[in-house]
């Protein structure tokens, strides 16, 4: 009898076991791999992280999707790591959703350096360019002649591919302004564009933007001042309540209980995180003021 239960058993493991196989090779069969690809390609964040590659120049095939990989893969170590130090899974959650962000917010950070080094580059080159004007009023062998550094450089060289290639000045402005995304710099090349269109004299505009954009850098540094300032107090903040927080946990047993096992300890302990995470995006958004 013991035996035939034995069987019986080995036969519905069996058949439990083919059932799955088969019923799993015909879902994935019947997946549209290119409506997934398609889905996954219209998502802002897949959209400004191939923006972000490709303007500072590391864009490669598929790397977006490794990077979306590597983010996943640390978030679910975070995740872990959070859970074993304080045995909440909403906290776990909350950090480990934040964690996945962090290399794109990484990425993100070195495209707004990227943009403010360029913001920096600007007023300098335009009177580069004016020393050519002032001779030829041609812009064309102005920006072919005007030297400059980088990242600024990489723009420059672009547009004059585009000019060489045979594609006409405005378009080529056109595209070198989708290039460098920045609205000073936007401003600029659109004023260009009517000066060529209308036969206007560059080296007075050239004169114009130079001034303004050197008095506006200036402003940009005194603000800058201010906000590093105030940026840092609040990084002090955080890292003196975090110590304080990982203290409290890891030395007091009594503390930790609290914290970890009663409502109202994991409201709290879930209300610092979020409010970390919020502070976060303040100096996020203060360090990209006036890019």
Do not use: H, W
């Amino acid at each position: 009898m013991i035996l035939f239960f034995k069987i019986l058993l080995t036969i519905i493991i069996v058949v439990i076991f083919t059932c799955s196989i088969i019923l799993f090779r015909n879902y994935v069969v019947k997946i549209n791999y290119n409506k997934i690809e398609n889905y996954i390609k219209n998502k802002r964040y897949f959209i400004n992280l191939n923006n972000y590659l490709n303007s500072i120049g590391i864009y490669k095939k598929y790397l977006q999707y490794l990077i979306i990989i590597l983010s996943l893969i640390f978030s679910i170590i975070i995740y872990f790591i959070s859970f074993k130090i304080f045995n909440v899974i909403s906290t776990s959650i909350l950090i480990s959703i934040f964690s996945f962000f962090i290399p794109y917010n990484l990425i993100t950070r070195i495209y707004y350096k990227r943009k403010e080094k360029i913001i920096k580059l600007f007023p300098t080159y335009i009177i580069t360019l004016k020393t050519y004007t002032q001779l030829t009023n041609d812009i064309i062998i102005a920006f072919r002649n005007a030297k400059t550094i980088e990242p600024l450089k990489t723009y420059i060289d672009r547009f004059n591919i585009y000019v060489e290639k045979g594609i006409n000045v405005f378009d080529s402005l056109e595209l070198l302004k989708k290039d460098i995304d920045i609205k000073q710099i936007s401003d600029f090349l659109s004023s260009i564009q009517v000066c060529y269109i209308n036969g206007g004299n560059f080296n007075i505009l050239l004169n114009r933007y130079a001034k303004l954009l050197l008095k506006t850098n200036l402003q940009k540094e005194k603000e800058e001042q201010e906000i590093f300032s105030s940026i840092t107090v609040l990084i002090i903040l955080i890292v003196i309540n975090l110590m304080l927080l990982f203290l409290f946990v890891f030395s007091d047993s009594e503390y930790k209980a609290i914290i970890t096992t009663t409502f109202t300890g994991k409201l709290i302990l879930n209300i610092n995180i979020l409010s970390y995470i919020f502070i976060y995006f303040i100096i996020k958004k203060f360090s990209r003021k006036g890019v």
